[in-house]
């Protein structure tokens, strides 16, 4: 856990980041190996990140704003 400055509302704002562990994902023929980690911003929003073994971006999803992003090349 450690602080994060949000220039807009202009305090730290405690985030926490938590591995739940490493999972296969399929994408049509193709399987990624993925960590997946939960990133809270505490009061202000949670999102799950889902990361390959290179540290890339693979899935980013919150709910709360009922957004689930993934990487292009991925998409069969």
């Given at each position: 856990?450690?602080?994060?400055?949000?220039?807009?509302?202009?305090?730290?704002?405690?985030?926490s980041?938590?591995?739940?562990?490493?999972?296969?994902?399929?994408?049509?023929?193709?399987?990624?190996?993925?960590?997946?980690?939960?990133?809270?911003?505490?009061?202000?929003?949670?999102?799950?990140?889902?990361?390959?073994?290179?540290?890339?971006?693979?899935?980013?999803?919150?709910?709360?704003?009922?957004?689930?992003?993934?990487?292009k090349?991925?998409?069969?």
């Amino acid at each position: 856990m450690f602080d994060n400055f949000i220039p807009v509302i202009g305090n730290d704002i405690p985030l926490s980041v938590t591995l739940f562990g490493d999972e296969k994902l399929r994408f049509g023929e193709n399987t990624v190996e993925v960590s997946r980690f939960r990133v809270e911003s505490v009061g202000i929003n949670t999102v799950t990140l889902f990361m390959d073994k290179n540290n890339r971006l693979v899935i980013l999803e919150n709910p709360a704003q009922e957004l689930k992003v993934v990487r292009k090349d991925l998409i069969p």
